[in-house]
Protein backbone atom coordinates (compact mmCIF):
# COMPACT_ATOMS: atom_id res chain seq x y z
CA UNK A 1 0.00 0.00 0.00
CA UNK A 2 2.89 2.51 0.76
CA UNK A 3 4.11 1.61 -2.46
CA UNK A 4 1.15 2.59 -4.73
CA UNK A 5 0.35 5.65 -2.62
CA UNK A 6 3.69 6.96 -3.48
CA UNK A 7 3.52 6.30 -7.23
CA UNK A 8 0.18 8.23 -7.21
CA UNK A 9 1.77 11.08 -5.60
CA UNK A 10 4.30 10.86 -7.65
CA UNK A 11 2.26 11.01 -10.70
CA UNK A 12 -0.12 13.14 -9.35
CA UNK A 13 2.89 15.85 -8.80
CA UNK A 14 4.40 15.18 -12.17
CA UNK A 15 0.72 15.87 -13.83
CA UNK A 16 0.60 19.11 -11.60
CA UNK A 17 3.88 20.23 -12.83
CA UNK A 18 3.18 19.83 -16.13
CA UNK A 19 -0.10 21.99 -16.45
CA UNK A 20 1.78 24.51 -14.41
CA UNK A 21 4.41 24.99 -16.90
CA UNK A 22 1.83 24.61 -19.58
CA UNK A 23 0.09 27.67 -18.07
CA UNK A 24 3.33 29.81 -18.09
CA UNK A 25 3.92 29.28 -21.77
CA UNK A 26 0.28 30.32 -22.20
CA UNK A 27 0.32 33.40 -20.07
CA UNK A 28 3.84 34.28 -21.98
CA UNK A 29 2.28 33.80 -25.59
CA UNK A 30 -0.56 35.84 -24.20
CA UNK A 31 1.42 39.10 -22.92
CA UNK A 32 3.87 39.23 -25.62
CA UNK A 33 3.43 41.01 -28.98
CA UNK A 34 2.44 38.54 -31.94
CA UNK A 35 4.76 38.14 -34.59
CA UNK A 36 4.38 38.23 -38.47
CA UNK A 37 4.18 35.21 -39.44
CA UNK A 38 6.92 34.88 -41.86
CA UNK A 39 4.05 32.96 -44.94
CA UNK A 40 2.76 36.57 -45.42
CA UNK A 41 5.39 38.24 -47.29
CA UNK A 42 7.29 35.51 -49.13
CA UNK A 43 10.95 36.76 -50.86
CA UNK A 44 12.20 35.80 -54.32
CA UNK A 45 8.53 35.26 -55.52
CA UNK A 46 5.19 37.29 -56.10
CA UNK A 47 3.21 37.97 -52.87
CA UNK A 48 -0.51 38.66 -54.14
CA UNK A 49 -3.15 40.58 -51.84
CA UNK A 50 -6.55 42.70 -52.31
CA UNK A 51 -5.41 45.21 -49.78
CA UNK A 52 -2.97 47.66 -49.00
CA UNK A 53 0.36 46.12 -47.32
CA UNK A 54 1.69 49.07 -44.86
CA UNK A 55 5.07 49.38 -42.91
CA UNK A 56 5.15 51.84 -40.77
CA UNK A 57 8.27 52.76 -38.41
CA UNK A 58 7.04 55.07 -35.75
CA UNK A 59 10.87 56.00 -34.70
CA UNK A 60 12.07 59.76 -35.31
CA UNK A 61 14.26 60.07 -38.33
CA UNK A 62 13.29 56.47 -39.50
CA UNK A 63 13.19 55.20 -42.52
CA UNK A 64 9.66 52.92 -43.05
CA UNK A 65 10.94 50.51 -46.46
CA UNK A 66 14.07 50.04 -48.49
CA UNK A 67 14.91 48.49 -51.29
CA UNK A 68 18.31 48.11 -52.77
CA UNK A 69 19.30 45.99 -56.36
CA UNK A 70 22.25 46.26 -58.91
CA UNK A 71 19.31 47.78 -61.48
CA UNK A 72 16.42 49.07 -59.36
CA UNK A 73 16.26 50.04 -55.47
CA UNK A 74 12.35 49.85 -55.67
CA UNK A 75 9.51 49.34 -58.55
CA UNK A 76 6.40 50.46 -58.77
CA UNK A 77 3.92 48.91 -61.41
CA UNK A 78 0.00 49.19 -62.56
CA UNK A 79 -2.28 47.44 -63.95
CA UNK A 80 -4.63 49.49 -65.00
CA UNK A 81 -4.96 51.84 -67.66
CA UNK A 82 -4.67 54.85 -65.36
CA UNK A 83 -3.02 55.38 -61.92
CA UNK A 84 0.59 55.87 -60.46
CA UNK A 85 3.10 53.44 -60.14
CA UNK A 86 4.55 55.46 -57.32
CA UNK A 87 2.82 57.83 -54.84
CA UNK A 88 4.25 59.38 -51.85
CA UNK A 89 2.05 61.75 -49.92
CA UNK A 90 2.55 64.17 -46.72
CA UNK A 91 0.68 66.52 -44.85
CA UNK A 92 3.68 68.29 -43.09
CA UNK A 93 4.41 71.93 -44.14
CA UNK A 94 8.15 71.53 -44.50
CA UNK A 95 8.31 67.99 -45.89
CA UNK A 96 8.81 66.64 -49.17
CA UNK A 97 6.71 63.67 -50.38
CA UNK A 98 9.19 62.09 -52.75
CA UNK A 99 12.96 62.68 -53.06
CA UNK A 100 15.62 61.60 -55.38
CA UNK A 101 19.21 62.05 -54.20
CA UNK A 102 22.19 60.61 -55.83
CA UNK A 103 25.70 61.28 -53.85
CA UNK A 104 27.97 60.06 -56.81
CA UNK A 105 30.68 63.21 -57.32
CA UNK A 106 31.70 61.65 -61.25
CA UNK A 107 30.11 60.41 -64.22
CA UNK A 108 26.14 61.12 -65.36
CA UNK A 109 24.68 60.74 -62.14
CA UNK A 110 20.76 61.03 -62.26
CA UNK A 111 18.77 62.20 -59.02
CA UNK A 112 15.53 61.25 -61.14
CA UNK A 113 15.29 59.44 -64.28
CA UNK A 114 11.99 59.47 -66.34
CA UNK A 115 11.10 57.84 -69.63
CA UNK A 116 7.76 57.56 -71.46
CA UNK A 117 7.32 55.76 -75.02
CA UNK A 118 4.21 57.07 -75.39
CA UNK A 119 3.65 59.78 -78.32
CA UNK A 120 1.72 62.03 -76.40
CA UNK A 121 2.98 61.07 -72.31
CA UNK A 122 4.94 62.69 -70.24
CA UNK A 123 8.18 61.06 -68.98
CA UNK A 124 7.35 63.59 -65.86
CA UNK A 125 4.07 65.22 -64.85
CA UNK A 126 4.33 67.78 -62.45
CA UNK A 127 1.05 69.26 -60.43
CA UNK A 128 0.61 72.10 -58.27
CA UNK A 129 -3.44 72.06 -57.56
CA UNK A 130 -3.38 75.13 -55.20
CA UNK A 131 -5.90 77.79 -56.29
CA UNK A 132 -4.11 80.51 -54.23
CA UNK A 133 -0.56 81.15 -52.67
CA UNK A 134 2.86 80.70 -54.68
CA UNK A 135 2.70 77.01 -55.43
CA UNK A 136 5.41 75.62 -57.65
CA UNK A 137 4.85 72.24 -59.43
CA UNK A 138 8.66 71.74 -59.92
CA UNK A 139 11.33 73.38 -58.04
CA UNK A 140 14.73 72.96 -59.52
CA UNK A 141 17.91 74.26 -57.15
CA UNK A 142 21.98 73.79 -57.47
CA UNK A 143 24.86 75.63 -55.42
CA UNK A 144 27.38 74.64 -57.93
CA UNK A 145 28.77 77.88 -59.65
CA UNK A 146 28.87 76.14 -63.25
CA UNK A 147 25.44 73.92 -62.32
CA UNK A 148 22.41 73.50 -64.10
CA UNK A 149 19.49 73.11 -62.45
CA UNK A 150 17.11 72.23 -65.18
CA UNK A 151 18.09 70.94 -68.75
CA UNK A 152 16.50 70.58 -71.35
CA UNK A 153 17.30 67.98 -73.99
CA UNK A 154 15.40 67.23 -77.51
CA UNK A 155 17.36 64.95 -80.33
CA UNK A 156 16.48 65.68 -83.90
CA UNK A 157 14.23 69.08 -84.13
CA UNK A 158 12.30 68.56 -80.78
CA UNK A 159 11.85 70.90 -78.03
CA UNK A 160 14.13 70.76 -75.09
CA UNK A 161 11.95 72.56 -72.89
CA UNK A 162 8.26 73.78 -73.51
CA UNK A 163 6.48 76.06 -71.19
CA UNK A 164 2.90 76.42 -71.69
CA UNK A 165 -0.31 78.52 -69.51
CA UNK A 166 -3.45 79.40 -70.14
CA UNK A 167 -3.64 82.44 -68.83
CA UNK A 168 -0.26 83.25 -67.15
CA UNK A 169 3.34 83.21 -67.98
CA UNK A 170 4.45 79.67 -69.77
CA UNK A 171 8.34 80.16 -68.63
CA UNK A 172 9.68 83.18 -66.13
CA UNK A 173 13.35 83.16 -65.50
CA UNK A 174 14.56 84.54 -62.75
CA UNK A 175 18.46 85.76 -61.05
CA UNK A 176 18.61 87.46 -57.74
CA UNK A 177 22.07 89.15 -58.31
CA UNK A 178 23.98 89.82 -61.98
CA UNK A 179 23.13 86.59 -63.22
CA UNK A 180 20.70 85.59 -66.04
CA UNK A 181 16.91 84.99 -65.81
CA UNK A 182 16.75 83.39 -68.77
CA UNK A 183 19.27 82.40 -71.41
CA UNK A 184 18.87 80.70 -74.67
CA UNK A 185 21.80 79.25 -76.58
CA UNK A 186 21.97 78.11 -80.55
CA UNK A 187 25.04 76.35 -81.61
CA UNK A 188 23.90 76.59 -85.56
CA UNK A 189 20.21 78.03 -85.07
CA UNK A 190 18.46 80.74 -82.82
CA UNK A 191 19.13 81.21 -79.34
CA UNK A 192 15.62 83.14 -78.14
CA UNK A 193 12.81 82.65 -80.74
CA UNK A 194 9.32 84.33 -79.33
CA UNK A 195 6.20 83.52 -81.21
CA UNK A 196 2.31 84.71 -80.66
CA UNK A 197 -0.69 83.79 -82.69
CA UNK A 198 -2.16 87.31 -81.77
CA UNK A 199 -2.26 89.90 -83.65
CA UNK A 200 -2.61 92.47 -80.57
CA UNK A 201 0.95 90.41 -78.88
CA UNK A 202 4.88 90.82 -78.81
CA UNK A 203 6.36 87.58 -79.60
CA UNK A 204 8.91 88.61 -77.27
CA UNK A 205 8.57 90.79 -74.96
CA UNK A 206 11.61 92.77 -72.61
CA UNK A 207 10.80 95.16 -69.47
CA UNK A 208 12.88 97.18 -67.51
CA UNK A 209 12.09 99.25 -64.17
CA UNK A 210 14.97 101.87 -65.35
CA UNK A 211 16.77 99.84 -67.73
CA UNK A 212 16.96 98.68 -70.38
CA UNK A 213 14.07 96.54 -72.08
CA UNK A 214 15.83 94.71 -74.71
CA UNK A 215 19.66 94.63 -75.59
CA UNK A 216 21.47 92.81 -78.62
CA UNK A 217 24.98 92.42 -78.60
CA UNK A 218 26.96 91.35 -82.00
CA UNK A 219 30.43 90.65 -81.26
CA UNK A 220 31.51 90.92 -77.34
CA UNK A 221 29.41 92.28 -74.60
CA UNK A 222 30.44 96.19 -74.73
CA UNK A 223 29.45 98.49 -72.76
CA UNK A 224 26.41 98.42 -70.54
CA UNK A 225 22.91 99.17 -72.43
CA UNK A 226 22.25 102.79 -71.35
CA UNK A 227 19.37 103.61 -68.74
CA UNK A 228 15.68 104.19 -69.59
CA UNK A 229 15.43 102.60 -73.00
CA UNK A 230 13.18 100.35 -74.92
CA UNK A 231 15.92 98.83 -77.27
CA UNK A 232 19.52 98.27 -77.60
CA UNK A 233 21.74 97.76 -80.23
CA UNK A 234 25.71 97.41 -80.38
CA UNK A 235 27.53 95.74 -83.11
CA UNK A 236 31.44 95.65 -82.54
CA UNK A 237 32.48 93.79 -85.82
CA UNK A 238 34.06 96.45 -88.41
CA UNK A 239 32.75 98.88 -90.48
CA UNK A 240 29.93 96.99 -91.43
CA UNK A 241 28.62 95.70 -88.57
CA UNK A 242 24.82 96.64 -87.70
CA UNK A 243 23.76 97.50 -84.48
CA UNK A 244 19.86 97.88 -85.17
CA UNK A 245 18.64 96.79 -88.37
CA UNK A 246 15.03 96.87 -89.35
CA UNK A 247 13.61 95.50 -92.95
CA UNK A 248 10.47 95.44 -94.88
CA UNK A 249 9.60 94.20 -98.48
CA UNK A 250 6.32 96.59 -98.78
CA UNK A 251 6.03 98.26 -95.89
CA UNK A 252 8.04 100.49 -93.18
CA UNK A 253 11.38 98.71 -91.66
CA UNK A 254 11.94 101.14 -89.06
CA UNK A 255 8.95 103.67 -87.46
CA UNK A 256 9.74 106.44 -84.91
CA UNK A 257 7.09 108.28 -83.36
CA UNK A 258 6.86 110.93 -80.91
CA UNK A 259 4.27 113.68 -79.19
CA UNK A 260 6.46 116.33 -78.25
CA UNK A 261 10.25 114.44 -77.96
CA UNK A 262 12.41 113.08 -80.76
CA UNK A 263 11.42 110.31 -82.79
CA UNK A 264 14.25 109.74 -84.61
CA UNK A 265 18.10 110.95 -83.15
CA UNK A 266 21.08 110.55 -85.14
CA UNK A 267 24.23 111.36 -83.66
CA UNK A 268 28.01 110.99 -84.71
CA UNK A 269 30.78 111.79 -82.43
CA UNK A 270 33.82 111.19 -84.50
CA UNK A 271 34.00 111.55 -88.44
CA UNK A 272 31.12 109.41 -89.21
CA UNK A 273 27.64 110.59 -90.41
CA UNK A 274 24.89 111.29 -88.22
CA UNK A 275 22.30 110.68 -91.55
CA UNK A 276 22.61 108.25 -94.39
CA UNK A 277 20.05 108.01 -96.93
CA UNK A 278 20.47 105.93 -99.96
CA UNK A 279 17.27 106.58 -102.28
CA UNK A 280 14.79 108.62 -102.48
CA UNK A 281 13.62 110.66 -99.33
CA UNK A 282 10.27 111.67 -98.25
CA UNK A 283 9.90 115.07 -96.22
CA UNK A 284 6.25 115.53 -95.22
CA UNK A 285 7.39 119.46 -93.92
CA UNK A 286 8.47 119.82 -97.91
CA UNK A 287 6.49 120.20 -101.25
CA UNK A 288 6.18 122.30 -104.33
CA UNK A 289 4.45 125.52 -105.33
CA UNK A 290 3.79 127.83 -108.91
CA UNK A 291 4.20 131.34 -108.81
CA UNK A 292 1.09 132.33 -111.04
CA UNK A 293 2.08 134.56 -114.23
CA UNK A 294 1.70 138.17 -113.27
CA UNK A 295 2.27 137.76 -109.44
CA UNK A 296 5.26 138.12 -107.51
CA UNK A 297 4.35 135.88 -104.49
CA UNK A 298 2.83 132.82 -103.37
CA UNK A 299 1.45 131.76 -100.04
CA UNK A 300 1.76 128.22 -98.68
CA UNK A 301 0.65 126.70 -96.00
CA UNK A 302 2.65 123.97 -94.74
CA UNK A 303 1.06 122.10 -92.25
CA UNK A 304 2.96 122.27 -89.50
CA UNK A 305 3.98 124.77 -86.84
CA UNK A 306 6.10 127.74 -87.99
CA UNK A 307 7.86 129.52 -84.75
CA UNK A 308 10.59 131.82 -84.36
CA UNK A 309 13.42 128.91 -85.01
CA UNK A 310 11.52 127.88 -88.28
CA UNK A 311 13.59 127.84 -91.20
CA UNK A 312 12.40 127.48 -94.77
CA UNK A 313 14.63 127.08 -97.69
CA UNK A 314 13.11 127.68 -101.66
CA UNK A 315 14.46 126.67 -104.64
CA UNK A 316 13.25 127.93 -108.09
CA UNK A 317 12.76 125.40 -110.56
CA UNK A 318 12.27 127.75 -113.48
CA UNK A 319 13.03 131.11 -114.69
CA UNK A 320 10.38 133.73 -114.06
CA UNK A 321 11.54 135.99 -116.24
CA UNK A 322 14.96 138.04 -117.16
CA UNK A 323 16.02 140.08 -113.85
CA UNK A 324 13.52 138.77 -111.72
CA UNK A 325 15.21 136.29 -108.66
CA UNK A 326 14.26 135.01 -105.61
CA UNK A 327 13.66 137.83 -102.74
CA UNK A 328 12.45 136.71 -99.62
CA UNK A 329 10.28 134.67 -97.42
CA UNK A 330 8.40 135.63 -95.03
CA UNK A 331 7.02 133.65 -92.00
CA UNK A 332 3.74 133.96 -89.88
CA UNK A 333 3.91 132.52 -86.75
CA UNK A 334 -0.09 133.05 -86.01
CA UNK A 335 -1.25 131.77 -88.91
CA UNK A 336 1.60 128.76 -89.61
CA UNK A 337 1.89 129.99 -93.29
CA UNK A 338 4.52 131.18 -94.97
CA UNK A 339 5.10 133.34 -98.48
CA UNK A 340 7.24 133.79 -100.88
CA UNK A 341 8.48 136.87 -103.25
CA UNK A 342 10.05 137.36 -105.89
CA UNK A 343 12.23 140.47 -107.17
CA UNK A 344 9.28 141.27 -109.55
CA UNK A 345 6.43 139.96 -111.06
CA UNK A 346 6.69 136.30 -113.12
CA UNK A 347 6.22 136.57 -117.09
CA UNK A 348 5.60 132.61 -116.60
CA UNK A 349 3.99 130.48 -114.29
CA UNK A 350 7.45 129.30 -111.98
CA UNK A 351 7.21 126.44 -109.72
CA UNK A 352 9.73 125.97 -107.14
CA UNK A 353 10.19 123.60 -104.01
CA UNK A 354 10.06 124.17 -100.31
CA UNK A 355 11.53 122.55 -97.16
CA UNK A 356 10.37 123.36 -93.65
CA UNK A 357 12.75 122.84 -90.76
CA UNK A 358 12.24 123.46 -87.66
Not at 100 to 110: I, L, R
Not at 202 to 218: K, P
Amino acid sequence: MLAFSDGLQSRRALLGGGLGALAALVVQALTRPLPVAAADVVLGTTNTATTRTAIINSAAGGTGFLGQGAARGVEGRISGTSGFAVVGTTSQGNATAVRASNSATTGNAYGVFATTSSTSGHAIRAVASATTGVAIAVDAETNAPDAVAVQGTAGGTGTGVVGQSQFGDGVIGSSGAAGVGVRGRGQFGIGVFGETGFSGKAGILGEAASGTGVAGYSGSVGQDPPVATGVYGQADQGAASVGVMGRSPTGTALDGETADGVALKAVATGTGRALQASGPVTFSTSGVGTIPSGFAQKQITPGVDLGPQSKVLITLNGNPGAGITLHRVLINGTTDIFTVFLTGPATVDTRFCWFVIS
